[in-house]
């Protein structure tokens, strides 16, 4: 017993310090499905702030993004510079008239279940590389990952 004891002990620091050996994101500061070993950039926008009677919609030009995943729970790969990964939140994106848009009501006010951000992980891996994914099933349709306090998007969709 002791003796296994001590192998576990020897073992978890070993697993622990592997390093990362995937794909790298060509460049910083934007996100890349992982699928495999191959990444695929999620498209970059800049979402338009529109104040509404007692909302404000943030939306997105285009019904469908290119860059899309089968997986309920996608992951990305991202290299930090000046985007901080821990600030990033995943939003679900409702589709009308040929836009994508995510609405929150004034503040104080109970906020939709839509405008609400989903659960994201993000875990280090050396470097300034990060690996960032969704923490809960999405649903198939539009999201958008988002630097808090940013305009900037990293539109995907989950089919």
């Known amino acids: 017993m002791l003796r296994s004891l001590l192998v576990a002990t020897l073992l978890v620091p070993a697993i622990w310090a592997q390093k990362y050996t995937g794909p790298k994101p060509p460049k910083p500061d934007t996100l890349f499905l992982l699928h495999a070993t191959n990444l695929v950039p999620a498209e970059i926008a800049e979402a338009k702030e529109e ?3 007692n ?3 943030y939306v997105v030009d285009g019904a ?3 860059a899309r995943t089968p997986m309920a729970e996608p992951i990305f790969l991202f290299e930090s510079n ?4 821990d600030q990033l939140q995943l939003y679900r994106l409702e ?3 040929g836009k994508r848009e995510v609405v929150f009501p004034p503040a104080g006010k109970k906020p939709k279940e839509s405008s609400r ?5 993000v875990k280090p891996l050396g470097g300034g590389l990060y690996r960032v994914e ?3 099933f999405l649903q198939n349709g539009e999201y958008a990952i988002t630097p808090e306090g940013s305009n900037q998007v990293f539109l995907f969709q989950v089919y």
């Open 64 to 66: 469908a993004s290119q």
């Open 82 to 85: 000046r985007i901080k990964a």
């Open 95 to 97: 589709v009308k008239n």
């Open 55 to 57: 909302e404000v919609a």
């Open 134 to 136: 969704a923490n809960e």
């Open 117 to 121: 951000p989903l659960h994201l992980s």
């Open 51 to 53: 104040k509404r009677k």
